[in-house]
Structures are given as structure tokens and as C-alpha cells.
T-cell receptor, first 113, second 111 residues
Framework: ETGVTQSPTHLIKTRGQQVTLRCSSQSGHNTVSWYQQALGQGPQFIFQYYREEENGRGNFPPRFSGLQFPNYSSELNVNALELDDSALYLC????????????FGSGTRLTVV | QQQVKQSPQSLIVQKGGISIINCAYENTAFDYFPWYQQFPGKGPALLIAIRPDVSEKKEGRFTISFNKSAKQFSLHIMDSQPGDSATYFCAASIRGGKLIFGQGTELSVKP
């Protein structure tokens, strides 16, 4: 299987709820990054995982957390959802930590009401 | 200092024309400058990228021009086509790390 796949494609949640987004990395890629893209904005880096360990984090609060599994798939968890969390969440995979070729998935559109 | 500033916010070009999008950065530690193309409902796709040791890179109709002293780089799309209509993002990173994206340029190519 090639490419980065994300699920679900769309999601509606209520403020205060928790959400889990999933990402399957491109074959051979052991690094996964998550980005948040608000409407009309460029993607913002949330965090990166390499071999199941977080090795970089952007300016996001601790209620944003993640996991990377032995098969290099990944989850993004967001607790205590706020209205401003409504965005497109993008997963990107790459090979190694010093890599310049990120492949993005199509994203999960999260709406918080 | 981590910002990448992109302009214009939107651009309308006639079919066959040249589309030019500009970006500027402050952090001289950036060593990788990619351009991404994003269609509605899709994730960004890498279009072309450049390292600061070269001043220009061309791939087909797409060219990156890089001015290290001015800390600016630009994307030129030659012979623009309606299928090029999309949102374009410049970005920068340090040693393959997190990507810092510009704000995006919505390009519309009119037939």
C-alpha cells in the first residue's frame, strides 16, 4: 500500500468531548508528523514521532497528544475540545528524522460545535 | 523569526501566463525550501524544493528562484493552465525538521 491514509475524513464533535484521529504512514516511512490547518491558513506543526517516541512539538497545549505504533501508524488525540480546534488535521510521513520528503495525507476535517 | 511570509494572498492569471508567488524568511538556519500545491479536500503535495546553495531550480513549468542575501524565494509557473488552479504554500525547515508554512496563495487560472 502506498501513500498516507487518514481516517475518518470528516468528524463532528461537541465542545468538551475527546477525539482520536488515525493515520497510516506510507510504506517504508518511520516518521510521522501531525499538522493543524485552519481554514484559509497554512498548516501548523503539532508534533512529530520517530520510532514510537515524540521528538518534536509545536506550540500546542498538552491536551493534544499522540501515539505511534510499531507498524508506524499513528494517532492524534485531542481532549477537552474547543471551538477553535475546528480545522483540517493533516498527517505527514517521511523516512528518518533528517528527511526532506514529507508525504501528506488528505486530512481529517474536524468540526467542533 | 520562525515565520515565513507569503504573498500575494490570491492571484488571478490568464491561461498561458506566468504565475509568480513570493516568500520571505528571517531565520538563516533554514536549509530547505519546498513549495506545496493543495487542491480542495486534499493534503498538500510537494511540487518542487530547493536548498540554499543554489539560486534556481527548474522542473518542467515550475521554477524556484532563491535569493539568499535577501532571504527571499519565489515560485514561477510558466504557461499557467486551468489545472494549476489550487492553493500554493511555501515552506521552510531546518535539517529536515518541522515545516514552517507560509499563509498560502490561492491561484486561479482563467481559460
Amino acid at each position: 500500500e502506498t501513500g498516507v491514509t487518514q481516517s475518518p475524513t470528516h468528524l463532528i464533535k461537541t465542545r468538551g468531548q475527546q477525539v482520536t484521529l488515525r493515520c497510516s504512514s506510507q510504506s517504508g516511512h518511520n516518521t510521522v508528523s501531525w499538522y493543524q490547518q485552519a481554514l484559509g491558513q497554512g498548516p501548523q506543526f503539532i508534533f512529530q514521532y520517530y520510532r514510537e517516541e515524540e521528538n518534536g512539538r509545536g506550540n500546542f497545549p498538552p491536551r493534544f497528544s499522540g501515539l505511534q505504533f510499531p507498524n508506524y501508524s499513528s494517532e492524534l488525540n485531542v481532549n477537552a475540545l474547543e471551538l477553535d480546534d475546528s480545522a483540517l488535521y493533516l498527517c505527514a510521513s517521511s523516512s528518518g528524522t533528517l528527511n526532506y520528503g514529507y508525504t501528506f495525507g488528505s486530512g481529517t476535517r474536524l468540526t467542533v460545535v | 523569526q520562525q515565520q515565513v511570509k507569503q504573498s500575494p494572498q490570491s492571484l488571478i492569471v490568464q491561461k498561458g501566463g506566468i504565475s509568480i508567488i513570493n516568500c520571505a524568511y528571517e531565520n538563516t538556519a533554514f536549509d530547505y525550501f519546498p513549495w506545496y500545491q493543495q487542491f480542495p479536500g486534499k493534503g498538500p503535495a510537494l511540487l518542487i524544493a530547493i536548498r540554499p546553495d543554489v539560486s534556481e531550480k527548474k522542473e518542467g513549468r515550475f521554477t524556484i528562484s532563491f535569493n539568499k542575501s535577501a532571504k527571499q524565494f519565489s515560485l514561477h509557473i510558466m504557461d499557467s493552465q486551468p489545472g494549476d488552479s489550487a492553493t500554493y504554500f511555501c515552506a521552510a525547515s531546518i535539517r529536515g525538521g518541522k515545516l514552517i508554512f507560509g499563509q498560502g496563495t490561492e491561484l486561479s487560472v482563467k481559460p
